[in-house]
């Protein structure tokens, strides 16, 4: 918990910064994942152990960094495993749904598992996670922490249900991307500065903050589906093409293409027909990128972006303002 | 919530009684269940009004009533209904993982949904149960219901993965029916007890009153499939055996055979081969009955009754006790 005198840090320096305390967060994640079931104890233990980005973990610390961090630090510590392992549980039922193999770089539980037994561990895990904000003994806490649960679900219902419909509204699309993404950070944000004991407007701006940078999370994360290849994002390019997900550029590229053209017509016979070739797919984004719709999505991405960034002049101390501004540099360099 | 003066009365008579205050838990299960997608909306309507049994919310309110229940009435409801919505959001899972069709006659989400679907808006109703618990406003209750969650999924994970055992231990299967019934009954009565604010020592009885009712009603349902037919029980008979779980009756009949045996042989080839013919399953329950394994059972199922209703004495008023040993019987009933 050591705390530095500079006020100018690169994220790597921030991650070395708060290495320790993050470790703490991972062994309270691994303390309450112990199962008796040795498949599935093994691979929960990978995946926490692989340890992804910790984005969420991190904030939650960092949230309650600028207050009362030393006294409530072993709350914060709880709360936060208890955001990685929400986090950890959503993914093990996403993978389930999705069928994926590989998850950090280690096979899936339903790679190993019955759909069934996946669908159980997931459910432990929420139970597990919904255990830790309990222990924080903070009553609204639990409330944040159930509602970004709810939030969490409707995305990913929204995801299910409405993400191919090439008629949504910008609203639909943000709400979906807000539930599946940003309400995540908001949640981790929001129950970090609650703990640290922020005065109201601080949790609320803080909140606003962190659920802005995952909009603009997100937003880059789909631009970047139709931008980059296999290599840079470990999957091939145009994927929510082809699972018909219409994410923002697709969907400002449909508002400039009539419905009663040919163009609308291959547009919607791509996101909704399953036989679609690779060509076709290539095709479409090549259309989408030509169309500008990409440089309007990313200065979204943007306006949320410096919005975000804006909110932190409530945090007087430099130092943790700009903790919280690498974060966000780190968050958007992994969307 | 009037009280009548009589102390006899039959379960009907407290299914009357408790009405109103039941038809409160199941407006408020409803409210926190409106999803706006259509067919997911629907269906959790059907589930919420077929009500089922309703043991659950019902034991919440019987376990605040000899205490402060009207001042408590609205938190105890919250409560009834977040217990009722968990238990449903546990239905939902475990009919996905089971492939059910049917579920208090009507049918499941799983039959017109797809698995991911399913495993979503089950992870919903988890959510808007923890939301629930939280409304109550008190941070004991909430972790009660997590824990409670936590071992709901232990017991399906033990069924899932250890049930198939013929040599497991009697305390390995009362561990699994204890998580996968016991558990729900145990934490329903311990939040309605803490919310009703009675002492510390009323909680604890109460609560093992709750769980050890769990437990012989499980017994009984396990023995009910070795016993009835179709007709009574909506299922055919020896639906355990053909899904390879070993059950106490079974359990009970393996000690009794030498695993060098032919009968051994036959009995290990029932449980675990996954073409048994109808005539084996048959074969299999006649020897069962005949072992006395089905009398030994129900002789322990009723060891927990009687211990459960000595529980009871903790309650000081007679009408109290009487409402909560009639729910015992409607439970034991249902089982």
Redesign the interface.
């Known amino acids: 918990m050591a705390v530095g005198t500079e006020t100018r840090l690169d994220s790597t320096q921030l991650l070395d910064r708060m290495a320790a305390d993050l470790e703490s967060v991972s062994n309270r994640v691994l303390e309450v994942t112990e ?3 040795p498949v ?1 104890s093994s691979v929960i233990r990978e995946i926490v152990l692989a340890g992804g980005k910790r984005l969420r973990p991190l904030l939650v610390l960092l949230a309650g960094r600028p207050f009362a961090y030393e006294q409530q630090f072993d709350a914060l510590v709880t709360a936060a495993a208890g955001v990685e392992l929400l986090h950890i549980a ?1 993914l093990v ?1 996403d993978d ?3 069928h994926a193999a590989v998850r950090r770089g280690k096979p899936t539980l339903n790679s190993v598992m ?4 996946t ?6 895990l ?3 996670s ?2 830790l ?3 924080t ?3 609204r806490v ?2 944040v ?3 970004t ?2 939030k ?3 995305g ?3 995801e ?2 409405d993400a191919h419909k090439l008629d949504q509204e910008l609203d639909t699309y943000l709400r979906r991307i807000s539930g599946k993404t940003a309400s995540l950070f908001a949640g981790a944000a929001e129950m970090g500065a609650i703990l640290g004991r922020a005065s109201e407007v601080e949790i609320q701006e803080i909140r606003s903050f962190a659920d802005e940078t995952g909009l603009a999370f997100q937003i880059r994360d789909d631009v970047l589906d139709l931008t980059t290849t296999d290599l840079a994002l470990g999957k091939p390019a145009g994927n929510d093409l082809r699972q018909g997900t219409v994410t923002l550029p697709t969907l400002l590229y449909a508002q400039q293409v009539d419905p009663a053209s040919a163009d609308w017509g291959f547009l919607n016979r791509v996101i909704t027909d399953d036989d679609v070739s690779e060509d076709e797919i290539g095709e479409l984004i090549a259309r989408i990128r030509a169309s500008g719709a990409i440089q309007e999505a990313l200065a979204l991405a943007d306006d949320f972006q410096q919005k975000a960034l804006r909110r932190l002049e409530i945090i007087r101390t430099s130092e943790h303002r700009e903790n919280l501004a690498r974060w966000a540099e780190l968050a958007l360099a992994a969307g």
């Open positions: 199962l008796s079931y599935a959503s039922h389930t749904i999705d019955s759909v069934g037994g669908i159980l561990v997931g459910d432990f929420f139970a597990q919904a255990m904000a309990a222990r003994g903070d009553v639990v409330a922490f159930a509602d649960l709810g969490l679900c409707d990913q219902l929204l299910l249900f």
